[in-house]
C-alpha cells in the first residue's frame, strides 16, 4: 500500500473544500416540503392554460399529484414543472 503525503498548503486546501460540500450538504437537509412552492387550483389552471375541470380530469388519470386539505387542492410547483418537462415537444 502506498502513502500519500500532503503539504500543509494542499492539506488547508483540501480541508477548505470539505467544509464547503458540508455546508451545501447540510443546507440542502435542512429543506424541507414546506420550503417548496404549493400551487393552488387556479394557479395552475392559470400556469397550464387549462380548464378546472381539465385539471379535475389530470387529477383523476394520476397525471398530476395533488394535496387536499379539506375542499381545498394544493400541487407542488416541481410537479408542474415536471409534467411541463415531460410533454415538451423539442421542434427542428
Known amino acids: 500500500m502506498e502513502k500519500l503525503v500532503l503539504t500543509e498548503a494542499d492539506y488547508k486546501e483540501l480541508?477548505?473544500?470539505?467544509?464547503?460540500i458540508t455546508s451545501q450538504?447540510?443546507?440542502l437537509g435542512k429543506q424541507n416540503a414546506l420550503s417548496e412552492k404549493w400551487l393552488d387550483n387556479q394557479d395552475v389552471c392559470l400556469?397550464?392554460?387549462v380548464s378546472t375541470r381539465t385539471?379535475?380530469?389530470?387529477r383523476d388519470k394520476g397525471i398530476l399529484p395533488?394535496?387536499?386539505i379539506s375542499n381545498?387542492?394544493?400541487y407542488k410547483a416541481?410537479?408542474?414543472e415536471k409534467h411541463l418537462e415531460n410533454n415538451y415537444v423539442k421542434i427542428w
Open 15 to 20: 480541508q477548505n473544500k470539505l467544509e464547503k
Open 25 to 27: 450538504l447540510d443546507r
Open 47 to 49: 400556469i397550464l392554460k
Open 55 to 58: 385539471l379535475q380530469n389530470y
Open 66 to 68: 395533488f394535496s387536499q
Open 72 to 74: 381545498k387542492i394544493y
Open 78 to 80: 416541481s410537479d408542474i
